[in-house]
C-alpha cells in the first residue's frame, strides 16, 4: 500500500476541515455561483521560453460556457484551439496543445491564473507559437487579468465533484498521484529530489482563493545539469536568469561558467552552491508551491472547475496531463450516468393533489402531476401514476396504449409550474404560459401503469416571472424523455 493511499484512507476516516473560501467570487442570494469572465481586453507581452520567440497575449471576454481557448491570429484563418486535455500533443517541459496545424505551448502558468481567479470563460488571442514566460510564474498574469476585471455572467458555474478515488502512477520517475472526494478544491504536493539544497518539500492549497496569494508568486526551476542539457538541445531560446531558479547543486568549473555567461550574454552570471546568481527564494518551498501551480494549470484541461482533494508525490506535467485524462474519462462516464430520482412509495410527499391544485391553475382532466417529491428554490421533483383509465388512451393507439408525447410535455412544465408559482406569495392570481421548448428527446414509451418521475431545475435564474428550466422524465431508472422549457407567469386579470 502506497503512502498515498493510506493518506487517502485516513481522509475518509477524518475529512479535512476546509479553510474559509477565500475566492472573492461569491453565490447569490439563491446560493448559486455564476460564470465569470473578463470584463475588459487586454493584452501582455513578452518572449516564449523555448521558442524565443515573442508574442503578445489579449484577454478577451467571452460568453457563457466558452471555457479557456487560445486563438493563432498571426496563422491564416486565425485557427481556436480549445484549452483541453484531448488536444495535449507533448508535455516536454509544459503541456502543448494542437489542433490541426495551429498549436500553442508552456501554457499551464495563464491557465492555472484562470483557474486560480476563478474565471471561467476567456478567449486568448495570441501572435506567436508560445505563451510568454514572464517571471516564470503565474503573477504577472493574475496582475493583468485583475487591472482588466471580472465580469459575472448569469449561468450558473458547474463543478465537477469527485465521487471516488482517481489513482496514478509513474514508477520511473516515482510519482504517484491520488484524487479523494472533498468538498472544494485541495491539493498536496510532496517533492524529493535528493539534494540538500532543496532537501523534501511539501506545499498544500487548501482552496481555490488561497491561490493568489500562497501560490501564483512560485517560479519554475531546474537543475543546472537540466539547464545545460536544454541548452545543447536548442529547447530554451527565450531563457534567462530572471525568468526561472537554477538549482546548483554541484560544482561548477571555469570553462562551464564562461559558456553560461555566453549563452545568456551577461557577464554577471555568478555560480555558486545553491542557486544560479545566488537568487533568493520567494518562499522557503518555492519549488514545491510552483509544483503545485502547474497541477492547477495542468488540471484546467479537465474543462471544469474540480471539488475534491489532490494529493501528488513527484508530479510532472506528464503525470499531470495522464491524471487529467483519468478525470476527463470519468466526467464523460458520469455526463452519461443519469441521476434518478429518489422514490419512497411510503414517504408522505412534499405536496399531494389537493395542495398541487392550490398552486396550478389546471384541473382534471388536464392535471398531470399527482405528487410533488422535492421542491427548492433551484429544482422540482414531480410524479404522475399513468392508469390504464387515462381519458386519452380510449383515442390514443387503443390497441396499444401509449401516452402521448405532447402530453408528457405537458406534465413536465406543469410540474415546472410549481417551481415557478412557489416563488409568488398568491400563486392563485397567476397562471403560467409557455415561451419555449427546445431539445425535445422522447427515448422510450410510457405505458399503463408506469410510475412517470419528471425531475427539473433551472438553467438561468427566475427572473421577471420567467422560469428557464431542463428536466429528464423517469420510469424507474430509465430516460423515457427529456426537454428544456422556458415558462412565464403572468397576473390574471381580475374580473370587472
Same mark, same amino acid.
Given at each position: 500500500?502506497?503512502?498515498?493511499t493510506?493518506?487517502?484512507?485516513?481522509?475518509?476516516?477524518?475529512?479535512?476541515?476546509?479553510?474559509?473560501?477565500?475566492?472573492?467570487?461569491?453565490?447569490?442570494?439563491s446560493?448559486?455561483?455564476?460564470?465569470?469572465?473578463?470584463?475588459?481586453?487586454?493584452?501582455v507581452?513578452g518572449?516564449?521560453?523555448?521558442?524565443?520567440?515573442?508574442?503578445?497575449?489579449?484577454?478577451?471576454?467571452?460568453?457563457?460556457?466558452?471555457?479557456?481557448?487560445?486563438?493563432?491570429?498571426?496563422?491564416?484563418?486565425?485557427?481556436?484551439?480549445?484549452?483541453?486535455?484531448?488536444?495535449?500533443?507533448?508535455?516536454?517541459?509544459?503541456?502543448?496543445?494542437?489542433?490541426?496545424?495551429?498549436?500553442?505551448?508552456?501554457?499551464?502558468?495563464?491557465?492555472?491564473?484562470?483557474?486560480?481567479?476563478?474565471?471561467?470563460?476567456?478567449?486568448? #488571442?495570441?501572435?506567436?507559437?508560445?505563451?510568454? $514566460?514572464?517571471d =516564470?510564474?503565474?503573477k504577472?498574469? !493574475?496582475? /493583468?487579468?485583475? %487591472?482588466?476585471?471580472?465580469?459575472?455572467?448569469?449561468?450558473?458555474?458547474?463543478?465537477?465533484?469527485?465521487?471516488?478515488?482517481?489513482?496514478?502512477?509513474?514508477?520511473?520517475?516515482?510519482?504517484?498521484?491520488?484524487?479523494?472526494?472533498?468538498?472544494?478544491?485541495?491539493?498536496?504536493?510532496?517533492?524529493?529530489y535528493?539534494?540538500?539544497?532543496?532537501?523534501?518539500?511539501h506545499?498544500?492549497?487548501?482552496?481555490?482563493?488561497?491561490?493568489?496569494?500562497?501560490?501564483?508568486?512560485?517560479?519554475?526551476?531546474?537543475?543546472?545539469?537540466?539547464? #545545460?542539457?536544454?541548452?545543447?538541445?536548442?529547447? $530554451?531560446?527565450? =531563457?534567462?536568469?530572471?525568468?526561472? !531558479?537554477? /538549482?546548483?547543486? %554541484?560544482p561548477?568549473?571555469?570553462?562551464?561558467?564562461?559558456?553560461?555567461?555566453?549563452v545568456?550574454?551577461?557577464?554577471?552570471?555568478?555560480?555558486?552552491?545553491?542557486?544560479?546568481?545566488?537568487?533568493?527564494?520567494?518562499?522557503?518551498?518555492?519549488?514545491?508551491r510552483?509544483?503545485?501551480?502547474?497541477?492547477?494549470?495542468?488540471?484546467?484541461?479537465?474543462?471544469?472547475?474540480?471539488?475534491?482533494h489532490?494529493?501528488?508525490?513527484?508530479?510532472?506535467?506528464?503525470?499531470?496531463?495522464?491524471?487529467?485524462?483519468?478525470?476527463?474519462?470519468?466526467?464523460?462516464?458520469?455526463?452519461?450516468?443519469?441521476?434518478?430520482?429518489?422514490?419512497?412509495?411510503?414517504?408522505?410527499?412534499?405536496?399531494?393533489?389537493?395542495?398541487?391544485?392550490?398552486?396550478?391553475?389546471?384541473?382534471?382532466?388536464?392535471?398531470?402531476?399527482?405528487?410533488?417529491?422535492?421542491l427548492?428554490?433551484?429544482?422540482?421533483?414531480?410524479?404522475?401514476q399513468?392508469?390504464?383509465?387515462?381519458y386519452?388512451?380510449?383515442?390514443?393507439?387503443?390497441?396499444?396504449?401509449?401516452?402521448?408525447?405532447?402530453l408528457?410535455?405537458?406534465a413536465?412544465?406543469?410540474?415546472?409550474?410549481?417551481?415557478?408559482?412557489?416563488?409568488?406569495?398568491?400563486?392563485?392570481?397567476?397562471?403560467?404560459?409557455?415561451?419555449?421548448?427546445?431539445?425535445?428527446?422522447?427515448?422510450?414509451?410510457v405505458?399503463?401503469?408506469?410510475?412517470?418521475?419528471?425531475?427539473?431545475?433551472?438553467?438561468?435564474?427566475?427572473?421577471?416571472?420567467?422560469?428557464?428550466?431542463?428536466?429528464?422524465?423517469?420510469v424507474?431508472?430509465?430516460?423515457?424523455?427529456?426537454?428544456?422549457?422556458?415558462?412565464?407567469?403572468?397576473?390574471?386579470?381580475?374580473?370587472?
Amino acid at each position: 500500500m502506497t503512502n498515498l493511499t493510506i493518506m487517502a484512507e485516513t481522509l475518509h476516516a477524518n475529512p479535512p476541515v476546509i479553510q474559509p473560501n477565500g475566492s472573492a467570487n461569491t453565490s447569490d442570494a439563491s446560493g448559486m455561483i455564476r460564470q465569470t469572465t473578463v470584463k475588459n481586453e487586454i493584452t501582455v507581452s513578452g518572449v516564449g521560453l523555448h521558442t524565443g520567440v515573442t508574442a503578445n497575449l489579449t484577454f478577451k471576454p467571452a460568453p457563457e460556457n466558452h471555457g479557456y481557448q487560445f486563438k493563432r491570429i498571426d496563422l491564416p484563418g486565425q485557427p481556436v484551439i480549445e484549452a483541453d486535455v484531448d488536444h495535449v500533443v507533448d508535455t516536454n517541459r509544459g503541456p502543448t496543445i494542437r489542433k490541426g496545424d495551429a498549436k500553442v505551448s508552456t501554457i499551464e502558468h495563464v491557465l492555472a491564473a484562470l483557474s486560480g481567479m476563478e474565471i471561467d470563460n476567456v478567449m486568448m #488571442e495570441i501572435d506567436g507559437p508560445e505563451v510568454p $514566460i514572464l517571471d =516564470g510564474s503565474s503573477k504577472p498574469f !493574475i496582475d /493583468v487579468l485583475e %487591472k482588466a476585471g471580472i465580469l459575472e455572467q448569469n449561468a450558473e458555474r458547474i463543478y465537477y465533484t469527485l465521487s471516488e478515488n482517481i489513482t496514478y502512477e509513474d514508477p520511473t520517475r516515482k510519482t504517484e498521484m491520488l484524487a479523494v472526494p472533498s468538498p472544494d478544491f485541495r491539493i498536496t504536493v510532496m517533492v524529493d529530489y535528493n539534494t540538500d539544497i532543496l532537501g523534501t518539500q511539501h506545499a498544500t492549497l487548501y482552496n481555490v482563493g488561497e491561490f493568489k496569494s500562497e501560490v501564483s508568486e512560485s517560479r519554475t526551476f531546474c537543475f543546472l545539469h537540466e539547464l #545545460e542539457m536544454m541548452l545543447k538541445a536548442n529547447l $530554451i531560446k527565450g =531563457g534567462d536568469i530572471n525568468n526561472a !531558479i537554477v /538549482v546548483v547543486d %554541484k560544482p561548477v568549473s571555469d570553462d562551464k561558467l564562461a559558456y553560461l555567461r555566453k549563452v545568456f550574454n551577461r557577464n554577471d552570471v555568478t555560480v555558486e552552491r545553491g542557486f544560479l546568481n545566488n537568487v533568493k527564494l520567494r518562499s522557503q518551498n518555492e519549488p514545491a508551491r510552483h509544483k503545485l501551480l502547474d497541477i492547477v494549470g495542468d488540471l484546467a484541461l479537465v474543462g471544469a472547475p474540480l471539488k475534491g482533494h489532490i494529493l501528488a508525490a513527484r508530479p510532472g506535467h506528464g503525470a499531470n496531463v495522464e491524471f487529467a485524462k483519468l478525470i476527463r474519462a470519468m466526467m464523460k462516464r458520469d455526463r452519461f450516468k443519469e441521476k434518478v430520482p429518489q422514490y419512497n412509495a411510503n414517504a408522505k410527499p412534499l405536496m399531494d393533489v389537493n395542495a398541487i391544485q392550490r398552486l396550478l391553475p389546471h384541473r382534471p382532466p388536464f392535471l398531470f402531476i399527482d405528487k410533488i417529491l422535492e421542491l427548492s428554490d433551484k429544482h422540482v421533483v414531480g410524479l404522475k401514476q399513468v392508469t390504464m383509465n387515462e381519458y386519452y388512451f380510449a383515442g390514443h393507439f387503443p390497441g396499444a396504449p401509449v401516452m402521448p408525447g405532447v402530453l408528457q410535455i405537458e406534465a413536465m412544465a406543469q410540474c415546472g409550474g410549481i417551481l415557478i408559482l412557489s416563488t409568488v406569495p398568491d400563486p392563485e392570481n397567476y397562471l403560467t404560459y409557455f415561451m419555449k421548448i427546445d431539445n425535445t428527446k422522447f427515448r422510450d414509451m410510457v405505458l399503463p401503469g408506469d410510475t412517470l418521475i419528471f425531475s427539473l431545475e433551472l438553467v438561468t435564474p427566475i427572473r421577471r416571472g420567467i422560469c428557464h428550466m431542463r428536466g429528464k422524465a423517469f420510469v424507474g431508472d430509465k430516460v423515457v424523455m427529456e426537454s428544456e422549457m422556458m415558462a412565464q407567469i403572468v397576473r390574471r386579470e381580475k374580473k370587472k
